[in-house]
């Protein structure tokens, strides 16, 4: 029989107690078990950064993480991102306006990452932003849509 | 007429949902009693399978089913179909969906395992035993069609699988008035497609009710329809292919792949429906990959570098299977010759099999290596002439009033290839302008005395777009108000609801959020093509503006009744039609569609057809040539063999653009592919077909930290080949970047004699050609 864990976690400030095997990722937990399948899983080796998810608000990827190790943790995921009523975040504002995204598939790991890093770094410049991003993969914008949305973001934050 | 959309800068429709994690891709789609499917994958390059045995993984509790190919059954016992016949194909050789007796790639799929879970599929994955008999493996394509090498599958007698030939002009007689000729060999290696998202489908079978449905992340659901109704023996139109939010395709998801037949087929067989999703290592191990072409080329030229004849051979790497026709090769001569008037070319090419993943186009397909190696040889003459690289251009490019420009090549489909508008030179010029070029040789001067070594380089690009034969659309204005738009097109990240809603939503006279865009669903649109070769744009555009304007017109002319009114004096704004000058006066689009949607025992006015709805498949009447220039700025550090992009600068015509937001996106991320082919993107195998690059961190893809930032200007030379003069835009930004890359690295090492033979340029590379430099300047 499959090793299990009964697991309690915070995810977007609610809490879900589900049984989890120990082998799964939190990535797969959050998409399979829980059902919310905003957080992508790119490349299931940690490089791509798609299933970045922040725990106790701190980016950490999903895929390299065993949901048993989230156990009694608070998990944000793209789905927990946008202000409490509902309206979008400067950030994820700012993708929308800037063409921060094509496909969308790495765009939750950029906004988690961003999100973290912008908060951390409000007057980061582009050199840091690249930096902050180089461990999250997009195939289709070349980055500089979501660069430029990260630069409108932080002074938005930072005006707000 | 209302709000002009086609031209402004409006934010995608798409977003929203895609920004708060609520998009729908293959994988976050559950159906009830869905089950879950892993593959085992061949893990050698080539060997006869002697026996599988499967008993261990069938016995593995949660596994309800492990198939091989006899597992299917006789009924489906036969190789895929070849998606694109061509009379040059002298050995066609197709897979099975579950190999039969011989594998000939590492990756080819053997047999699939369905289960509760994905991953006790993939557990017992591991515990099913196949007999191999290892066969010799053929790699190098170079040496694949010398004698005795082995050969790919064990009933062929060559690798060959045909050749091609483009041809046109009197080579002989320019090479024999030639006052110069000039030689280059050089090595072209593409990698894969590495969409963040892998492929993946899901199948269900309904024989009672929905007949087959196959939810797939594909660039051609209507292909992949045909083509697995073909398979099956069945009526198309009882399959159902539906490509959801797709993450990216970028070419390799524009096939048909042996999962396609094989997870529809065991749903119907476990009469469940079943997930497969691809994990990264099959998708470096099974998708479809570009690789190596080899290009040995002769230009003859005057002695004031007036290009007169290209001519010489390509061998291009096919892989283990013919999936894909030859698109790839053809689109790799059909760029031949350039955005330059070259009036005799003579390129033939060896299409070569090695067991390596089967080869299919990659962004832009052969068009990035045709244009490089024209650009190669453009610099090849500026170098042995010491003419500027920028004015051998000038000295040959298509001029304006040549045009319409029949180059001599043929497109794919036999039609001749002829550039129908643009201003090469012009854009050359703007490009220039852009990357502070003139000042560049004070940048170098400035950089050197430091001891740094900068170095810039120009390509220039055609690309042939926006292929046919159609890509159609209807458009009904709907009780509500509300204007449903159904397409074929596929989109895995374009933009296409955006662009489609702008052309409807301007024409009509509704605001695009009034749109209900619906795409890439067999079940909902009677038929589609495929999204590729920069086509979408140049083809649904037009059909979207004539179904649009048949939709108004048609509203017009009821409203005039109703209104009794002139059709001349009404207006479409905000859904709304109004008599001009009799504010009061006006009827909603949503009233107007029910008086043509009665209740029955009502009437449909006298003189129209029911609904306020058409359908057009309106296209391009040839292929739109884009165009464009680019100047990329580099470092290099010769102690390392680090190459550092500073600036890359982008002139580009591809006619009106519908949204500039996204034509900037297309352009910025394409360019950004083709640095990677440039600098990083290898994908390796060993001399016995081993894969050796099947992570992110053995094969390099660009990223945010090592990419600079783009600059993009625009010229806007409408074609003549559709209704709004667009060209397509998605592969422009791709076509020329290599060929910038590797001039400028060779400007910047001048100093050492490099010439680069190979691309991706990677520092040992480059080591190695700097301490040959160095040591033959020493001598």
Partial sequence: MADTRDITLTVNGESHTATAETRTSLGDFLRHTIGLTGTHMGCEHGVCGACTVLLDGEAVRSCLMLAVQANGHEVTTIEGLANADGTLSPLQEAFWEHHGLQCGFCTPGMLTSLTAFLRDHPDADEKEIREAISGNICRCTGYQGIVNAALDAAKTMQEG | ?779
């Avoid at chain 2, 060997?47 to 509790?61: E, Q």
């Avoid at chain 2, 000039?182 to 892998?198: D, K, N, P």
């Avoid at chain 2, 060896?350 to 962004?363: A, G, K, L, Y």
């Avoid at chain 2, 659309?473 to 933009?495: I, W």
């Fill in chain 2, 1 to 779: 007429m209302g709000v002009r959309y086609i031209g402004a800068e409006v934010q995608r429709m798409e977003d929203p949902r895609l920004i708060t994690g609520h998009g729908r891709y293959v994988d976050d789609i559950t159906l009830e009693g869905m089950l879950h499917a892993a593959f085992l994958r061949a893990s050698h390059a080539h060997a006869k399978i002697r026996a599988i045995d499967t008993s261990r993984a069938a016995a593995l509790p949660g596994v309800h089913r492990v198939f091989t190919h006899v597992d299917l059954g006789p009924q489906y016992s036969h190789r895929m179909n070849q998606l694109y016949p061509a009379p040059v194909i002298e050995q066609d050789r197709t897979q099975y969906p579950l190999a039969k007796d011989e594998v000939c790639y590492v990756g080819e799929a053997v047999a699939v395992v369905v289960a509760d879970s994905r991953a006790i599929a993939e557990d017992a994955v591991a515990l099913i035993d196949v007999d191999y008999e290892v066969l010799p493996a053929v790699v190098n394509v170079m040496t694949a069609l010398d004698d005795g090498a082995p050969l790919a599958h064990a009933d062929m007698n060559s690798n060959l699988m045909g050749r091609m030939r483009s041809q046109f002009g009197d080579i002989e007689d320019a090479f024999a008035k030639a006052d110069h000729v000039f030689s280059a060999a050089f090595m072209q290696h593409r990698g894969g497609c590495h969409s963040m998202e892998t492929r993946g489908c899901i199948g269900r079978d309904d024989p009672w009710g929905d007949g087959l449905t196959l939810w797939t992340s594909a660039q051609s659901p209507y292909l992949i329809r045909r083509a697995l109704g073909k398979w099956l023996d069945e009526p198309e139109e009882r399959v159902r292919v539906i490509a959801p939010d797709v993450g990216g395709g970028f070419g390799p998801k524009a096939g048909f792949y042996p999962e396609e037949i094989v997870i529809p087929l065991v749903a119907r067989f476990m009469e469940r429906p079943v997930k497969w999703i691809e994990d990264r290592r099959e998708h470096f191990m099974s998708t479809t990959t570009q690789r190596d072409q080899h290009w040995d080329l002769e230009v003859a030229c005057t002695s004031e570098g007036k290009i007169l004849g290209l001519r010489g051979k390509i061998t291009h790497e096919n892989g283990a299977f013919v999936p894909y026709g030859i698109l790839l090769p053809n689109s790799s001569l059909t760029p031949l010759p350039g955005a330059y008037s070259i009036p005799a070319i003579d390129v033939g090419v060896d299409i070569v099999f090695t067991n390596t993943v089967p080869n299919s186009p990659v962004r832009g397909a052969g068009r990035p290596n045709g244009i490089y190696a024209v650009e190669r040889m453009i610099q090849t003459v500026s170098r042995e002439l010491g003419i500027a690289p920028d004015e051998v251009r000038r000295r040959n490019y298509v001029r304006p009033d040549q045009m319409p420009y029949e180059t001599g090549a043929t497109l794919r489909g036999g039609v001749p290839c002829v550039y129908d508008s643009g201003n090469y030179e012009a854009l050359l010029d703007k490009v220039l302008e852009l990357a502070d070029y003139n000042d560049f040789p004070a940048r170098q001067a400035a950089a050197r005395a430091e001891g740094r070594y900068l170095g810039i380089g120009i390509s220039s690009c055609i690309e042939d777009t926006g292929m046919g034969p159609y890509e159609g659309t209807t458009v009904r204005v709907e009780a509500s108000g509300k204007v449903a738009v159904r397409t074929g097109a596929a989109s895995q990240g374009q933009g296409h609801h955006t662009m489609i809603a702008m052309i409807v939503a301007e024409q009509v006279g509704v605001s695009p959020e009034d749109i209900l865009f619906e795409s890439a669903d067999t079940a909902k649109f009677s038929h589609g093509v495929g999204t590729i070769g920069s086509r979408v744009a140049a083809n649904v555009g037009p059909s979207a503006f004539d179904a649009a304007t048949q939709v108004r017109e048609k509203a017009l002319k009821l409203a005039a009744e109703v209104l009794e009114a002139s059709e001349a004096d009404l207006d479409i704004e905000d859904g709304v039609v109004r008599v001009n000058g009799a504010p009061d006066l006006s009827i909603t689009l949503g009233e107007l569609a029910v008086q043509l949607s009665p209740p029955s025992a009502m009437r449909v006015p006298a003189g129209f057809d029911p609904l306020l709805e058409a359908t057009s498949f309106d296209g391009s009447s040839g292929s739109p040539i884009a165009c464009g220039s680019n100047v990329a700025e580099v470092e290099v550090d010769p102690a390392t063999g680090e190459v550092r992009v500073l600036r890359y600068s982008v002139a580009h015509d591809c006619g009106v653009m519908i949204n500039p937001i996204v034509v900037k996106g297309q352009i910025e991320g394409g360019v950004v592919h083709g640095i990677g082919n440039a600098l990083f993107e290898r994908m390796i195998y060993d001399d016995q077909g081993q894969p050796l690059t099947t992570n992110y961190g053995e094969y390099l893809l660009p990223l945010a930290s090592e990419m600079p930032r783009i600059d993009i200007t625009h010229m806007e030379t409408p074609s003549p080949l559709n209704s709004l003069g667009v060209k397509g835009a998605g592969e422009g930004g791709t076509i020329p970047a290599a060929a910038a890359v590797v001039a400028a690295i060779e400007n910047a090492l001048e100093d050492f004699g490099v010439e680069i033979d190979y691309y991706p340029v990677d520092p040992q590379y480059l080591t190695e050609l700097i301490d040959k430099g160095a040591a033959e300047a020493a001598e």
